[in-house]
């Protein structure tokens, strides 16, 4: 640590040397090293709050205005209006961007702020867009700063004759001088009118010429104004860095008095363009007030007078403090704790950071034990409940192996069963939908067939009844078989020689009928999807 930042207050010092010379003399050398280390902590806290001073540095202070910004998204409000701000002419406000002028022949635009601009110095950062189907674009576009709201007027879009600043992008090349698309500022005291033959070459501050059209990125422009210095940098829009400007130009003793309006005015003429503004962004500067440092106040030859004396009694301090340790060895804790108690708010900080982290880690690990054992106790459970529903299986392969307990069954098992359970449900859902696919075909085929379609349905049902009536003649004529008696009852073989016995005669005709019904059914599927072809 050098000299000059590490003591900034001689007051402090010479009380301290003072009070240190006082405790040495009359009291332990323990309370001497308190009383330094307190001061030592005085001494810091009053160096952190001088350097942590912002008036000791010099530079400008630099603080954003909303009231005279305005930036998308969500620009417009509900009403159409933006917030601090009013447009006037064919000027078109979106969430986005304000479009000054479209790109149609003959139109002015503008956007003015309601507030006025209290600051003597300022910064004014500028995101538009200029684009246009030509090569040629006209009129071009203004940033002002009056002293009242401008009208509508011949000067881009506003009104000549103005108090104030203007900085005019000029996109058309009126004097024929082929120094087009160019950037220019002029001051107007309220006398002089625009010069727009010569394209205000000569009322200009300064200029440069810089393409702004039909560039793949906003273009961005930042007008300075700071002690009676006017300076403008700009960004041609080529890359997407907000950072890449240039200077345009630089022009001194420009008086801008405060309490001024800030607004953007564009115009077209034969040639039209479209005139977007992104990004409207004032930012204030202040400059920081310089005060002398106690330190420069106080002659160096006593300065380091005093840094001497205060290191040799340090020195002394810490010799005797290391014999205290030796002699009293027990009371080691006791100086560890006064060292705390001393120690640094710094240090105090991340003391607390560090213990409040090792709380939550044995937490942490704490929590994850009881996780541990929740999900022991589930696994137990599972093999518990996978026991019981063995059940009778379980058992008999414990009295196969000796009495000895079912092994449990594993995850791999149960994701098996439960993944083939899954598969003989979604076999049985596509077999169910199959047999409900395949009713509603047989039901449709009347539906799809129209007139043929029902009286092949009639044609089907009357063969049923057929094969029914038949049917029930047969059951008739084997009742009657049955009733009769036997005039020859020896002659008749019994079952047990080979003889049919009824039930297999009934399952014979049973079967046969089935056959001849499916046999008609499908006959008829088969004519009636023929039928479809024709």
């Excluded at 009881?370 to 299986?393: F, H």
Aim: hydrophobic share 35%; charged share 25%; proline share 4%.
């Amino acid at each position: 640590m050098s000299s000059e930042g590490r003591w900034t207050s001689t007051g402090l010092q010479m009380l301290l040397l003072l009070l240190l010379k006082r405790v040495v003399g009359t009291q332990t050398i323990a309370a001497a090293g308190s009383l330094v280390l307190s001061f030592q902590l005085l001494l810091l806290c009053a160096r952190d709050g001088m350097a942590q001073d912002p008036t000791r540095t010099t530079g400008i202070h630099k603080r954003f205005e909303y009231k005279l910004s305005f930036k998308g998204p969500y620009l417009v409000q509900k009403d159409g209006t933006i917030p601090f701000w009013e447009h006037h002419g064919h000027a078109i406000a979106s969430d986005e961007s304000v479009r000054i002028t479209p790109s149609l022949k003959s139109k002015k635009g503008s956007v003015w702020c309601k507030e006025l601009n209290p600051h003597r110095y300022w910064t004014v950062e500028v995101i538009f867009r200029v684009a246009g189907r030509g090569r040629l674009g006209a009129d071009g576009l203004a940033v002002w700063y009056t002293e009242e709201r401008g009208q509508e007027g011949p000067v881009f879009g506003s009104s000549d004759m103005w108090k104030g600043l203007g900085v005019f992008f000029d996109s058309f090349d009126n004097d024929g001088q082929r120094n087009n698309p160019y950037i220019m500022a002029m001051v107007n005291n309220g006398t002089l009118a625009y010069d727009h033959e010569a394209d205000g070459s000569s009322q200009q501050l300064g200029g440069c010429l810089r393409d702004f059209r039909n560039k793949p990125y906003p273009v961005r422009v930042k007008i300075e104004y700071y002690q009676k210095v006017l300076t403008i940098f700009f960004h041609n829009g080529l890359t997407n860095s907000p950072d890449d400007y240039e200077l345009c130009l630089r022009a001194e003793d420009v008086i801008l008095k405060p309490d001024g309006y800030f607004g953007i005015s564009a115009a077209t003429g034969g040639l039209a363009d479209d005139h977007d503004v992104l990004a409207f962004l004032t930012h204030s500067l202040v400059p920081y007030v310089e005060k002398p440092r106690p330190h420069d106040l106080i002659p160096d030859e006593e300065r380091q007078k005093f840094e001497h004396e205060f290191d040799d009694y340090r020195d002394k301090l810490e010799k005797a403090r290391e014999e205290y340790k030796k002699q009293h060895p027990n009371e080691k804790q006791d100086i560890a704790e006064e060292d705390k108690m001393y120690e640094a708010q710094d240090v105090k900080e991340l003391r607390m950071i560090f213990d409040g982290q090792n709380e939550i880690h044995r937490l942490v690990r704490g929590l994850l034990v009881k996780l541990d054992e929740v999900i022991g106790r589930q696994e137990r459970e599972l093999s518990m409940l996978t026991l019981i529903n063995q059940g009778a299986a379980g058992q008999g392969s414990q009295v196969q192996s000796g009495n000895q307990p079912a092994a449990s069954i594993q995850r791999h098992e149960v994701d098996a069963l439960l993944s083939s359970q899954k598969d003989i449900s979604g076999d049985v859902r596509d077999l169910r939908a199959l047999l409900t696919d395949l009713q509603a075909r047989v039901a449709g085929l009347g539906s799809e067939g129209h007139k043929s379609g029902v009286a092949d349905s009639a044609e089907i049902v009357k063969q049923l009844q057929d094969v029914k009536v038949h049917f029930s003649g047969v059951q008739s004529d084997v009742k009657a078989l049955l009733s009769k008696p036997q005039t020859h009852p020896a002659n008749c073989p019994t079952a047990s020689d080979g003889c049919v016995t009824p039930f297999v005669l009934f399952t014979f005709l049973f079967g046969q009928l089935i056959c001849i019904v499916g046999y008609f059914m499908y006959r008829s599927s088969r004519e009636a999807a023929a039928k479809k072809f024709y």
